[in-house]
Protein backbone atom coordinates (compact mmCIF):
# COMPACT_ATOMS: atom_id res chain seq x y z
CA UNK A 1 0.00 0.00 0.00
CA UNK A 2 0.80 3.50 -0.40
CA UNK A 3 3.08 5.59 2.15
CA UNK A 4 3.82 8.88 2.17
CA UNK A 5 6.52 10.48 4.80
CA UNK A 6 7.32 13.96 4.62
CA UNK A 7 10.03 16.42 6.00
CA UNK A 8 12.11 19.36 5.51
CA UNK A 9 9.00 21.45 8.19
CA UNK A 10 10.48 24.53 10.68
CA UNK A 11 10.53 27.93 11.57
CA UNK A 12 11.61 30.88 9.20
CA UNK A 13 11.43 34.41 9.17
CA UNK A 14 9.08 36.50 7.19
CA UNK A 15 10.70 36.35 3.50
CA UNK A 16 12.67 33.04 3.80
CA UNK A 17 12.04 29.93 2.36
CA UNK A 18 11.79 26.14 2.86
CA UNK A 19 11.78 22.88 0.56
CA UNK A 20 8.90 20.54 1.95
CA UNK A 21 9.54 16.78 1.07
CA UNK A 22 7.66 14.05 0.25
CA UNK A 23 8.86 10.47 -0.33
CA UNK A 24 6.05 7.84 -1.46
CA UNK A 25 6.57 4.34 -1.58
CA UNK A 26 4.46 1.35 -2.55
CA UNK A 27 2.26 2.85 -5.68
CA UNK A 28 1.69 0.89 -8.80
CA UNK A 29 -0.33 2.84 -10.79
CA UNK A 30 0.95 4.51 -13.47
CA UNK A 31 -1.70 7.43 -13.56
CA UNK A 32 -2.15 9.24 -9.98
CA UNK A 33 -2.19 12.44 -8.91
CA UNK A 34 -0.36 14.34 -5.30
CA UNK A 35 -0.49 17.50 -3.73
CA UNK A 36 0.66 19.55 -1.03
CA UNK A 37 -2.26 20.53 1.39
CA UNK A 38 -1.91 22.90 4.57
CA UNK A 39 -4.18 22.93 7.97
CA UNK A 40 -4.10 26.06 9.99
CA UNK A 41 -5.09 26.02 13.38
CA UNK A 42 -9.27 26.09 13.77
CA UNK A 43 -9.44 26.46 9.83
CA UNK A 44 -10.04 24.18 6.89
CA UNK A 45 -7.31 21.82 5.17
CA UNK A 46 -6.93 23.61 2.07
CA UNK A 47 -5.20 22.63 -1.34
CA UNK A 48 -1.55 24.07 -2.19
CA UNK A 49 -0.61 23.02 -5.26
CA UNK A 50 -0.95 19.52 -6.67
CA UNK A 51 1.17 17.43 -9.37
CA UNK A 52 0.20 15.03 -11.89
CA UNK A 53 1.69 12.01 -13.76
CA UNK A 54 1.09 13.64 -16.64
CA UNK A 55 3.46 16.22 -15.91
CA UNK A 56 0.56 19.00 -14.98
CA UNK A 57 0.53 21.07 -12.26
CA UNK A 58 -1.68 23.29 -10.96
CA UNK A 59 -1.34 25.80 -8.39
CA UNK A 60 -3.68 27.94 -5.27
CA UNK A 61 -3.83 31.16 -6.15
CA UNK A 62 -2.61 32.49 -2.80
CA UNK A 63 1.07 30.86 -3.41
CA UNK A 64 1.25 31.43 -7.00
CA UNK A 65 4.95 33.10 -8.29
CA UNK A 66 5.64 31.80 -4.80
CA UNK A 67 5.67 28.30 -4.37
CA UNK A 68 6.77 25.38 -6.80
CA UNK A 69 5.73 22.01 -6.58
CA UNK A 70 7.78 19.51 -8.91
CA UNK A 71 9.00 15.37 -8.57
CA UNK A 72 11.94 13.93 -8.86
CA UNK A 73 10.50 10.21 -10.48
CA UNK A 74 14.32 8.75 -9.52
CA UNK A 75 13.88 9.45 -5.72
CA UNK A 76 9.94 8.50 -5.47
CA UNK A 77 10.11 12.29 -4.36
CA UNK A 78 7.67 15.15 -4.33
CA UNK A 79 9.09 18.68 -3.22
CA UNK A 80 7.04 21.93 -1.91
CA UNK A 81 9.62 24.47 -2.76
CA UNK A 82 8.49 27.56 -0.63
CA UNK A 83 9.66 31.29 -1.19
CA UNK A 84 9.00 34.48 0.07
CA UNK A 85 6.71 32.99 3.08
CA UNK A 86 4.30 35.08 4.60
CA UNK A 87 3.14 34.45 8.57
CA UNK A 88 -0.02 33.49 7.09
CA UNK A 89 2.08 30.42 5.52
CA UNK A 90 1.88 28.81 8.87
CA UNK A 91 0.07 25.85 8.92
CA UNK A 92 0.86 21.83 9.33
CA UNK A 93 1.43 20.97 5.51
CA UNK A 94 0.41 17.51 3.93
CA UNK A 95 1.41 15.29 1.44
CA UNK A 96 -1.28 13.40 -0.18
CA UNK A 97 -1.72 10.52 -2.90
CA UNK A 98 -4.68 9.85 -4.95
CA UNK A 99 -5.60 8.10 -8.06
CA UNK A 100 -8.53 8.73 -10.51
CA UNK A 101 -11.97 7.33 -9.53
CA UNK A 102 -15.11 8.62 -8.16
CA UNK A 103 -14.07 10.45 -5.59
CA UNK A 104 -12.54 13.14 -7.69
CA UNK A 105 -13.93 16.81 -6.30
CA UNK A 106 -11.04 18.56 -7.81
CA UNK A 107 -7.46 18.75 -7.18
CA UNK A 108 -7.96 20.82 -3.74
CA UNK A 109 -10.25 18.98 -2.70
CA UNK A 110 -8.83 16.77 0.63
CA UNK A 111 -11.76 14.48 -0.41
CA UNK A 112 -9.97 13.36 -3.71
CA UNK A 113 -7.35 12.18 -2.06
CA UNK A 114 -6.61 8.38 -0.79
CA UNK A 115 -3.54 8.42 1.10
CA UNK A 116 -1.93 11.12 3.53
CA UNK A 117 1.11 11.52 5.33
CA UNK A 118 2.04 12.88 8.67
CA UNK A 119 2.14 16.09 8.13
CA UNK A 120 4.87 18.65 8.68
CA UNK A 121 4.69 22.07 10.58
CA UNK A 122 5.80 25.49 8.92
CA UNK A 123 6.09 27.85 11.12
CA UNK A 124 6.87 32.27 9.89
CA UNK A 125 7.15 34.79 12.27
Known amino acids: HVQLVESGGGSVQTGGSLRLSCVVSGFTSRWYFMGWFRQAPGKEREGVAT???????KYADFVKGRFSISKDNAKNTLYLQMNRLKPEDTAMYYC????????????????????WGQGTQVTVS
Open 51 to 57: FDSDGSI
Open 96 to 115: AFGVYGDNWNGWNSASTYDV
